[in-house]
Structures are given as structure tokens and as C-alpha cells.
């Protein structure tokens, strides 16, 4: 699952100066919690918040207690620094396609229903869970790995 991206955070800007210390602060927040089992729920889909961009996704259906707990130690790290915690509520998801604009009033139950056809039709022979050993940010041109013990 390298490919898939899953946020635990808003897109922040960090100070070049703040790059370590930041990484160190999350790395140990991080570090405490266990690694678990993910997997994908239902379609659904989103707008950006700036609602230029909708993006067809899929929610997660398991493994959303502890992406809640890591986002709570990323939000505490993040506010250290000043920076915005994640979207309260979450919604944790992945995203699969998207296209300009908001979709959202466009876009029927029944194509949503078919999308979910389509994903448990096209998955059936995949692994339908994986396991979350540990979290990766990209800052800047960099990436950086946290461990979850």
C-alpha cells in the first residue's frame, strides 16, 4: 500500500528551522503508539476546502480508533509549533480519483452504490486489510518515517 496516501494532518508549513525539532517531537509521540490493522470502507466523496477540486475516495472502515489516536499526538505536536489540528470531525480516507470542481450534489447514491460494486468486484482478490507499522510525512523535498511500536 506505498502508493496510498491517508492524511493525519492539514498541510502546514513549517520554518525550515523547525524541521527538526518537529520531526524529533512526532517521532517520539509516535513511537508509543501500537501498530494495527487498516481497511477501506465505502466510497465517498470530497471537495477540497477551497471547493475546486472534488476527489472520489474511499472511507476507512477499520483501524479509525487508532488513526484517531495518532491524529490527537499530531495535533499536539503540531500545536507546539502553532500550527491548525485536523478537520474535527475526521474522516479518514483515501483518495482514489479526482476532478475540478465540487461534484457532491451532482453525483448519485446509485453511482455510489456502482463505485462500491466496482471497488469490492476489483479488490476481491487483494488482501482486504494491512498493517500500519508506521507513519511517513513529506517536508519539504524530504521524507520522513515514524515507527509505531
Known sequence: ?????????????????????????????????????????????YVNDEATRSFVSLTIGQGVKELEDIVKEVDLALNEFNLPPFYKPASFHVSIGWCLGNITKDISTEALSNLERCFLEHFSSLKPSWNVTKLCSKIGNKCFAFPLS
Open 1 to 45: 500500500m506505498d502508493i496510498l496516501h491517508l492524511s493525519v494532518s492539514k498541510t502546514v508549513t513549517l520554518k525550515y528551522h523547525w524541521i527538526r525539532p518537529f520531526t524529533e517531537l512526532l517521532s517520539q509521540r509516535l513511537a508509543e503508539l501500537p501498530q494495527f490493522i487498516c481497511a477501506f470502507g465505502k466510497p465517498r466523496v
